[in-house]
């Protein structure tokens, strides 16, 4: 849909925002204190053009719980400044809002075009379609049609939430047949840009197994690799966890899918080297990789007599508990990471666990060490001024359980 493209028409966008428009002219894309009647009762006439609003349910909408004298009125009052702000607009002098047997409709006068009848109607075509080369390009059309949340800014409303489940429910549905129609063709181009889009539409849905399998079928081993990295990052960046066990189980089953040409050994070795050797403290790694690391930590205790322990430091305030400011959080964790990197050997691993957490394995090393490496941490960490803290806890890596030895301090 492109706002403005006739000129009789009204466009209404509701994915991703809200806004009209007519002739070119946008009316309303703001929520102004003033507005907000005007643009809460053009969301629901608009949208439910055809079955209309009843008296009852455009009073709920319009004055939610706050108690008004004259209900009758205040609804006139309403519809009457908001005919007179679309004919400020340049709209036609007409009767925009009709009453028919106490249900409120927007006039036949004036067509409208809204993007999310556009996308229902996108999908209800594709399903209907029997060729299965033209349902998988209306399927794609579909998913392209839906743009963002249902009106974002209003998502605390009731009628509004309803239909923005179903909406990204209908999206989901979409994404999913026209991927299985794409897979069954063989066009991973067109699955992975489908994967990139659908990812940053709906974040952190797990849609990136879209594109990775797409790469991995494409032979794209190290694009699959990075784009695999880099997502573990975001979701323990923006979720402060570690992705769902159903997505890290997807990632590591095509993890095994990639397989490298036949090379020399010297050549296999120089990918597999670290790219730069002159980097000073703990190695740096994504929490995959980090859980890969343990593991195989655990299996050399069987037949080693090394001293390995793990350790999790994490920021809290004053008082030794989480701290809840997201932006203050992400700025301590940042230098967490900084503080912890710098006060390791090369030899340890570290790796993100959640905002203010990491975990870090201590190689070759005794228990009475870790809290010399705690102090490190901490003249890095802590200044004079700020009311936060690193807690520590530690456990050695080793093959019994009920040897394990806990400790748990706290400093700062």
């Given amino acids: 849909m492109k706002a403005g493209s006739r000129e009789d028409v009204l466009y209404v966008q509701t994915f991703g925002g809200y806004s009209l428009s007519y002739k070119g002219k946008v009316i309303t894309g703001s929520m102004k204190s003033k507005e907000s009647q005007f643009i809460y009762l053009m969301q629901i006439l608009l949208h439910e053009r055809a079955e209309g609003v009843s008296r009852d349910r455009l009073e709920e909408i319009l004055f939610a719980e706050r108690d008004v004298g004259d209900v009758r009125h205040a609804i006139r009052s309403i519809i009457y400044n908001a005919k007179k702000k679309l004919r400020a607009a340049g709209m036609p002098n007409i009767n925009y809002i009709v009453r028919r047997d106490g249900t409120y409709y927007w006039t036949d006068e004036v067509p409208v075009v809204e993007d999310a009848q556009e996308f229902e109607q996108a999908c209800q ?56 129609l794409l897979r069954a063709e063989q066009r991973f181009h067109q699955m992975e840009e489908l994967g990139i889009y659908a990812a940053r539409i709906c974040p952190l849905s797990d849609w990136e197994v879209v594109t990775m399998e797409a790469l991995v079928s494409m032979g794209r081993h190290e694009d699959a690799r990075r784009f695999y990295d880099d997502t573990v990052d975001i979701y323990f960046r923006e979720q402060g966890l570690k992705p769902s066990p159903q997505m890290m189980k997807l990632f590591h089953r095509l993890g095994t899918q990639i397989e490298h040409r036949h090379g020399a050994l010297d050549e296999i070795q120089l990918k597999l080297t670290e790219e730069t050797n002159d980097s000073d403290g703990g190695y740096l790694c994504p929490y995959p990789v980090f859980q890969g690391i343990y593991r195989m930590v655990e299996r050399m205790m069987e037949r080693s007599g090394q001293s390995i322990y793990l350790m999790m430091c994490m920021v809290v305030d004053k008082s030794g508990r989480t701290i809840r400011d997201r932006d203050v959080l992400e700025e301590l964790t940042g230098r967490l990471e900084d503080a912890v990197l710098h006060s390791l050997r090369r030899s340890d691993a570290v790796s993100r666990y959640g905002s203010g957490q990491y975990l870090v394995l201590l190689f070759n090393t005794a228990l009475e060490n870790c809290s010399i490496i705690q102090e490190r ?4 960490f802590l200044s004079g001024w700020q009311q936060t803290g690193v807690q520590y806890y530690v456990n050695s890596v080793i093959c019994s359980p009920d040897q394990k030895s806990t400790r748990r301090s706290k400093e700062g």
Avoid at 129 to 152: R, S
Avoid at 377 to 380: M, S, Y
């Fill in 377 to 380: 941490i901490n003249e890095r």
């Fill in 125 to 180: 075509k594709a399903e209907a379609e029997q060729d299965p080369a033209v349902q998988m390009q209306l399927y794609l059309d579909a998913c392209y049609h839906y743009t963002g949340e249902f009106l974002p800014a209003h998502a605390g409303v009731l009628w509004v939430a309803q239909e923005a489940r179903r909406y990204q429910n209908l999206f989901c549905t979409c994404v999913n047949r026209a991927v299985r």
